[in-house]
């Protein structure tokens, strides 16, 4: 059974920086796009950013373009988001997912979701 796990989230003041990690397992995910959305609270869920199974495509949403990093490590399979100057609208629950389209940004492309972890970010 396929499982995504999400961690680093927390309290931050407006400027800092977190780092989320995302560590999947009960699959392969070599082949995979990894992707990381958010949802804040009343909001649907959007799309952050993606990174392909080499790591040698990504590409971020137009808020969060400049400030957060995609990353992954397949020998670990860990994908990672490194978020910095944040901002109180990056407030929200943030989730990884994997999909078996090749870079996506669409909800229904993706097929396996972690439960999501709490981002915070004061003002």
């Known amino acids: 059974q396929v499982q995504l796990v999400e961690s680093g989230g927390g309290l931050v003041q407006a400027g800092g920086s977190l780092r989320l990690s995302c560590a999947a397992s009960?699959?392969?995910?070599?082949?995979?796009?990894m992707g990381w959305f958010r949802q804040a609270p009343g909001k649907e869920r959007k799309f952050v950013a993606v990174?392909?199974?080499?790591?040698?495509?990504?590409y971020a949403s137009d808020s969060v373009k400049g400030r957060f990093t995609i990353s992954r490590d397949n020998a670990k399979n860990t994908v990672y988001l490194q978020m910095n100057s944040l901002k109180p609208e990056d407030t929200a629950v943030y989730y990884c997912?994997?999909?078996?389209?090749?870079?996506?940004?669409?909800?229904?492309?993706?097929?396996?979701w972690g439960q999501g972890t709490q981002v915070t970010v004061s003002s």
């Open positions: 990174i392909s199974w080499s790591s040698s495509s990504k």
């Open positions: 009960g699959g392969t995910f070599n082949s995979y796009s």
């Open positions: 997912a994997v999909s078996t389209y090749y870079l996506s940004s669409r909800l229904p492309e993706y097929v396996y």
